[in-house]
């Protein structure tokens, strides 16, 4: 047994055991029994609710990517032997549910073999984590603010995680962190665990909110290759893996796999919240699966490249997924007749250039699609849910104190600073601009602090995207005088994103003053997520005056530069560089200053739609296209089809010497466009499958020539 201060990892792969046996010894060493007496607190083991979430991601009977039924019930006969009787299967129903049959839990764990018995005969329930639902759960700066948790997962004494060994072609593994994802309640748990937010920042918060005290990876047979879950390719790696820890037990499952377990963007996440821990005891060897094969660097790439679009990669997904149609059919016609064509074409092993190629492209039309709206259509990009990212309680005592001193220095430097309008001054200092903005507004200074909350300054800005504010201290009036601010600001100016400019993303400490004549806000910078930030800091100042309220924001910023104008330096072309920050700073504030102006009038400035707002099935939103496609194509498709059946039952065609055949077609009516959906997307799908079989042929013409 493991010592009782140190995590225990366990590695069993002795071929002389089975499977039921390599788990009963895995728990043993790894100290499940231990960790149960812990959960009991003097009560009767069977007073213990013990609840286990395994995974559930296979679209075939005996899938590699699911964790094989007779384990997880195994487990269960192993907990009542030892007299905990109180123990669920829980789950819920995962995105694939919106394209394909049968995907809820009830019918998927019927189809992939849970029997609500087990093999010694015990009874178990499976619990829909979709009900009983507490939006209360998790912290003010968490990334999962407001979302919702089922109290069954919650109120659990003993959560166990009981994952799969296997390969993904987005995070290049998925194992126990990953299935943790599926005990949150949305059905479409990729767009809005995965994709809206990141899933790093998600498993940081489930963890926070109810720990899981145990883990588990089956590895008797894995699936590994380029794959993934898509198209996975089964191997026997005749191991179980078990941790105390579910850091240490995807560190551990990634090593097994001969790979850096940072190279999944989920892994490295957590680590910031959740590193390992200080001390682990390790029992089996740590050493590489035989003939196990990963995903390819490039492979990987340009998956993930897809993976960060939204409707894209989820179009194509019931498109690309291997799965047993008898099963799991597909929702959608048009999904099936693709899914038939392409799904086996890109299933094989190894890195597919035509794959990625077609990765890169989707990535390209999202990358072009994103570009347009943050220049011409705000209102369509997406909010950002992200946590605070700071500790706190290791904040010094004195920092709040120390950047009002700093700040109020900075105030005389940029007062002195060349204007370059009447509102607007500003000089570099130390490589970072120095500026002042000033405007007087005829609005009556009471009411205009009472709409324009001094505290909520930063997320009045221009394009301002998303964040989240955590009051830290309030005065005797209850208003926030610290606080602690993470903001997502569009590319400043915009059109650097053509230039691959980053989304601004700082996060800052803040001190509010609140007097009869003056309102004040300061900030500082303390870290930037994605660097594209040195320093932002600032102070916001709304003066009483005779006008009205004066509105004045001294600041100094240093935001990174994108790779294009490292190369091509405005400072080059005399006087360029001065005339784009300046207008860049004017543009910027001046629309602030609108945003203001509409506050008090009581308009809604956000841009971008809700975070967790519902998303129609990308099948469903490409049908309106496609019918107008549709409408005007198919008199053509219905002319080549007419064609191609008089070629095929007539005689009158000759083979040239090059082999082109030459056919004379006969005349033939062509029917009006008929209004039967099904009859157009026939149509269009066997001109797709048409030139499925066409492109698969040509391929592996350049193969033989290759």
């Known amino acids: 047994m493991p010592d009782a201060e140190a995590c225990g990892v366990a590695i069993v792969d002795d071929s002389s055991l089975s499977a039921t046996a390599k788990l009963a010894t895995a728990i043993d060493s790894a100290g499940l029994w231990t960790t149960l007496g812990r959960s009991q607190a003097g009560r009767s083991p069977d007073q213990v609710r013990i609840v286990i979430k395994p995974e559930m991601a296979g679209f075939a009977v005996g899938s590699p990517t699911a964790t094989e039924p007779v384990l997880t019930e195994s487990l269960i006969d192993l907990l009542h032997d030892r007299g905990f009787t109180n123990v669920a299967i829980v789950g819920g129903a995962d995105s694939s549910a919106l394209w394909a049959e049968n995907r809820d839990l009830y019918a998927l764990s019927d189809l992939l073999g849970y029997r609500y018995t087990t093999p010694q005969c015990r009874s178990y329930d499976i619990v829909e984590l979709g009900g009983a639902l507490d939006d209360t759960a998790f912290a003010g700066d968490s990334v999962l603010r407001g979302c919702a948790i089922s109290r069954d997962w919650l109120d659990a004494d003993l959560r166990i995680a009981f994952s799969k060994s296997r390969t993904d072609e987005f995070a290049g593994y998925a194992l126990c962190l990953d299935t943790l994802i599926g005990v949150l309640p949305l059905t479409d748990k990729d767009l809005h665990y995965r994709k809206r937010r990141h899933p790093g920042d998600v498993v940081a918060a489930l963890l926070s909110a109810a720990p899981v005290q145990f883990c588990l990876i089956d590895a008797i047979v894995s699936a590994h290759g380029t794959g993934g879950q898509r198209a996975p ?152 849910s992200v946590p605070l990212g700071l500790d706190l309680d290791a904040i010094p005592e004195g920092a709040f104190d120390a950047l009002v001193e700093e700040l109020r220095r900075l105030e005389p430097v940029a007062a002195a600073a060349p204007q370059v309008s009447s509102e607007l001054g500003w000089q570099y200092q130390g490589g970072a601009v120095v500026f002042r903005y000033t405007r007087t507004l005829p609005i009556d200074f009471a009411l205009f602090v009472q709409r324009v909350d001094i505290s909520r300054t930063i997320q009045f800005m221009n394009d301002y995207l998303g964040g989240v504010l955590v009051p830290l201290a309030h005065d005797s009036s209850g208003r926030p005088v610290r606080q602690a601010e993470r903001n997502i600001y569009l590319p400043q100016p915009n059109y650097l994103v053509l230039y691959q400019g980053k989304t601004i993303d700082v996060s800052k400490l803040e001190v509010v003053e609140y007097g009869a004549n003056c309102h004040r806000l300061y900030w500082k910078t303390v870290l930037s997520e ?177």
């Open 233 to 384: 390719a089964a191997i026997d790696t005749h191991t179980i893996i078990a941790a105390t820890d579910i850091v240490l037990a995807d560190y551990v499952g990634a090593l097994k796999m001969g790979l850096d377990p940072q190279v999944s963007p989920t892994f490295a996440r957590i680590l910031r919240t959740h590193p390992l821990p200080v001390r682990y005891i390790v029992t089996g060897s740590l050493g590489r699966y035989s003939n196990w094969e990963n995903v390819p660097a490039l492979s990987l790439q340009a998956a993930r490249m897809r993976g960060q679009t939204e409707s894209l990669d989820r179009l194509v997904e019931p498109w690309l997924q291997r799965l047993d149609p008898e099963l799991f059919p597909l929702k959608h016609p048009l999904d099936a007749r693709l899914n038939a064509a392409l799904a086996e074409f890109f299933a094989g092993s190894g890195a597919n250039p035509l794959l990625m190629l077609a990765n890169l492209l989707l990535a390209a039309i999202d990358a072009a699609a994103g570009s347009y709206r943050t220049l011409f259509d705000k209102d369509a990009l997406r909010r950002h």
């Open 530 to 706: 994605n660097d594209s930030a040195a320093c932002d800091d600032g102070i916001a100042t709304f003066d009483r005056t005779i006008e009205g309220t004066r509105v004045t924001i001294t600041g100094r910023q240093q935001f990174a530069i994108p790779p294009f104008f490292q190369v091509f330096d405005p400072d080059f072309v005399p006087g360029l560089k001065a005339k784009l920050v300046t207008h860049a700073y004017q543009t910027f504030f001046d629309r602030t200053i609108a945003n203001f102006e509409a506050l008090v009038e009581g308009r809604d400035i956000r841009i971008g739609r809700p975070v967790d707002e519902p998303s129609i099935p990308p099948a469903e939103q490409l049908m309106p296209l496609l019918q107008r496609i549709a409408e005007m194509a198919m008199p053509l498709l219905q002319r080549a089809a007419g064609m191609s059946d008089v070629a095929v039952a007539g005689e009158d065609h000759r083979i040239d010497a090059d082999g082109f055949v030459h056919i004379a077609p006969e005349q033939s009516a062509v029917s009006e466009t008929p209004s039967d959906p099904e009859r157009w997307v026939s149509e269009i799908t066997r001109f797709m499958d048409g030139l499925g079989v066409a492109l698969r042929r040509d391929l592996m013409q350049f193969r033989k020539v290759a």
